[in-house]
């Protein structure tokens, strides 16, 4: 059973920083993308950035510049660096990871519990 496991959402004031984690563990043989996703109330669930496991990396538009993505593949780990927060990057933030369980199996989808972002003064 693989499973996702975020941590490092809280509350911060506009202008502030974050560093989320997302660590999976279980029966992994490889992990091919690792992503963050957001949603936000009555808003679709929405893309923030990937990361390949070459290192190749994708942001949304409303976060280039300000967010930075990056993976420890011994650790099976990803983060997600966000500094200059915003009110509007408010939302629960979910860890996506393209896993392949056994040698045997095809990649498969998993999807972390969520961790609470919110972004006020």
């Known amino acids: 059973q693989v499973q996702l496991v975020e941590s490092g959402g809280g509350l911060v004031q506009p202008g502030g920083s974050l560093r989320l984690s997302c660590a999976a563990s279980g029966s992994i043989f490889s992990i091919n993308v690792m992503a963050w996703y957001r949603q936000a109330p009555g808003k679709q669930r929405e893309l923030v950035a990937l990361?390949?496991?070459?290192?190749?990396?994708n942001y949304a538009d409303s976060v280039k510049g300000r967010f930075t993505i990056s993976r420890d593949n011994a650790k099976n780990t990803v983060y997600l660096q966000m500094n200059s927060l915003k009110p509007e990057d408010t939302a629960v933030y979910y860890c996506?990871?393209?896993?392949?369980?056994?040698?045997?199996?095809?990649?498969?989808?998993?999807w972390g519990q969520g961790t609470q972002v919110t972004v006020s003064s």
């Open positions: 996506n990871a393209y896993i392949r369980p056994e040698p045997g199996l095809g990649y498969r989808d998993y």
């Open positions: 990361i390949t496991s070459g290192g190749n990396t």
